[in-house]
């Protein structure tokens, strides 16, 4: 079994009277990509803050990368880079400048930091913008500085506050491919995101938050088969769906569902079943606060 990177156990947080965290419990093997998924609002970069030391918790052990985030604050620091959801880049500077910068205030060479500036440039894409001042970037591009500027130095844990909010799906799937690419050289990478999608591509693990607790956790396939069997979708005759219906699965229960069906849809009505997305699941384990599902 792999050593673990990331251990929580019993985590509450709360501020003022609003408890955002009322007992979370997870574990993330080193090496691998962890997605915590949930809506606005769930605790998600509370969570984040909590493990980057950013914020204290009020009760629970929190460890990353084998230390305590409250006795081994440090230490903590020295294992792992951040990326919030705010780009913090200096504007008047370029983006190989930023990145320069950053290289030198870490410790690297000038050299060092010259080369790491290079190698990040190409991976994200920013190679033709190098020069110019970060201020006349798009949001798309400054989201990319910004990663970049996460991983000027490498640190064996990662977090991702939503990285691909405000890409286009061509930058999201480059970036996609330097997480996965993070995880096989062996590091941790714990992302929140909206994009479910996102989290059935890239997570070896998910984990769903709701109401202030982790409501499923498992891989991909793992949560989609726990929610149920095949989903009934109603298509028009555009080809759109204008109703879904979820199903155990069984012959009986679609039959009988499309029987229901036939007698209340529009004339011409399709119809097509298929395996529960990722839409599917969320939707389901985020309507009932109170469900709990571990697979
Ligand atoms: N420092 C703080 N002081 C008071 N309330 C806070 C603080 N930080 C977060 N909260 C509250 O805690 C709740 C959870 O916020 P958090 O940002 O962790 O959620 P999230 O899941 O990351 O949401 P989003 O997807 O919208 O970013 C929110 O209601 C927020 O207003």
Do not use: C
Not at 42 to 47: C, E, I, Q, S
Not at 69 to 91: M, P, Y
Not at 133 to 147: I, N, P, Q, Y
Not at 214 to 230: C, F, H, N, P, T
């Amino acid at each position: 079994m792999k050593q673990s990177a990331i251990e929580i156990s019993g985590l509450r947080k709360s501020f003022g009277k609003q408890t955002v965290l009322s007992g979370v419990d997870l574990t993330v093997p080193a090496g691998t990509v962890f997605a915590l998924l949930g809506p606005n609002g769930a605790g998600k970069t509370t969570l984040i803050n909590i493990m980057s030391t950013l914020v204290s918790p009020d009760e629970g052990k929190v460890n990353v990368g084998g230390y305590d985030v409250l006795t081994e604050r440090d230490q903590v620091k020295q294992n792992i880079s951040l990326t919030g959801q705010f780009a913090a880049v200096d504007e008047v500077l370029s983006a190989e400048e930023n990145l320069r910068m950053i290289g030198r205030l870490s410790g690297l060479t000038a050299a060092q930091s010259r080369l790491r500036t290079m190698e990040l440039l190409k991976a994200f894409d920013l190679v033709d913008a190098a020069k110019k001042r970060v201020k006349t970037f798009s949001g798309g591009m400054r989201r990319r500085l910004d990663l970049a500027i996460s991983l000027v130095v490498s640190r064996p844990v990662i977090f991702l506050d939503e990285p691909t909010t405000g890409l286009d799906t061509i930058s999201r799937r480059a970036l996609w491919d330097i997480i996965s690419q993070l995880a096989r050289q062996g590091r941790t990478i714990f992302l929140t995101t909206q994009y479910l999608e996102e989290a059935d591509q890239l997570a070896d693990q998910i984990a769903v938050i709701n109401g202030g607790r982790i409501v499923a956790s498992g891989s991909a396939e793992q949560l989609k088969a726990r929610v149920g069997g095949e989903v009934i979708e109603l298509l028009n005759a555009h080809d759109e769906v204008i109703h879904t219906v979820p199903t155990t699965g069984s012959i009986q229960d679609i039959s009988r569902t499309l029987n229901d069906l036939a007698h209340s849809v529009p004339p011409g009505t399709r119809v097509n079943i298929r395996r529960p997305s990722m839409d599917d699941v969320f939707v389901a384990l985020t309507a009932n606060k109170k469900e709990v599902l571990h697979v």
